[in-house]
């Protein structure tokens, strides 16, 4: 009896180490490279919208990923303006506060947004609508966020993540 008592308490104890998850902590200050997924127009999209990025390398942590290559990173129009006449210029910024990891621990982000302005016209619009009346209705241009379109996530606060 108390040899199966013995060889089941040994099963048990080898069951919980082969399901403990191991885990690294992602420290405050790190830099996590992403991606835009898409291109993003700031004429095509409102503000309050999620646009997505991506992260582009793993993050590798104590020999382990932390966070993998392609995890999908969740952001918010914070402007869009697109361009207009008398040479205005088009904005566009996107808060990105936090990634969600497939186990479902998310990591924030201090401060961090991607912001693209296109080039302000108004000064020749304005001169040369001086002589020639059409010329005010110059534009600037506009605000255009390409695919691949790169930015650098901080990571906020030390988080501790479960590995695979």
Request: glycine content about 10%; proline content about 5%.
């Given at each position: 009896m108390k040899k199966q008592?013995?060889?089941a308490a040994c099963m048990a104890l080898a069951t919980s180490f082969a399901f403990a998850q191991k885990s690294v902590t992602v420290k405050a200050g790190t830099i996590v490279p992403l991606q835009a997924v898409k291109q993003i127009k700031a004429a095509d999209?409102?503000?309050?919208?999620?646009?997505?990025f991506r992260v582009a390398n793993d993050i590798i942590v104590d020999n382990n990923i932390a966070i993998q290559k392609g995890t999908i990173v969740k952001g918010t129009v914070n402007?869009?303006?697109k361009s207009s006449i008398a040479g205005?210029?088009?904005r566009l910024?996107?808060?990105?506060?936090?990634?969600?990891?497939p186990s479902g621990e998310q990591i924030y982000f201090s401060n961090t947004?991607?912001?693209i302005y296109g080039k302000n016209r108004t000064p020749l619009a304005v001169i040369t609508g001086i002589f020639v009346w059409p010329c005010i209705f110059i534009?600037?241009?506009?605000?255009?966020?390409?695919?691949?379109?790169?930015?650098?996530a901080t990571v906020a606060s030390n988080t501790e993540v479960k590995i695979n």
């Open positions: 008592f013995l060889v999209v409102n503000e309050g919208e999620t646009v997505d402007e869009a303006k205005t210029k088009g910024v996107i808060n990105i506060s936090n990634l969600i990891l947004a991607a912001r534009p600037g241009t506009k605000a255009v966020m390409p695919e691949g379109y790169e930015i650098q």
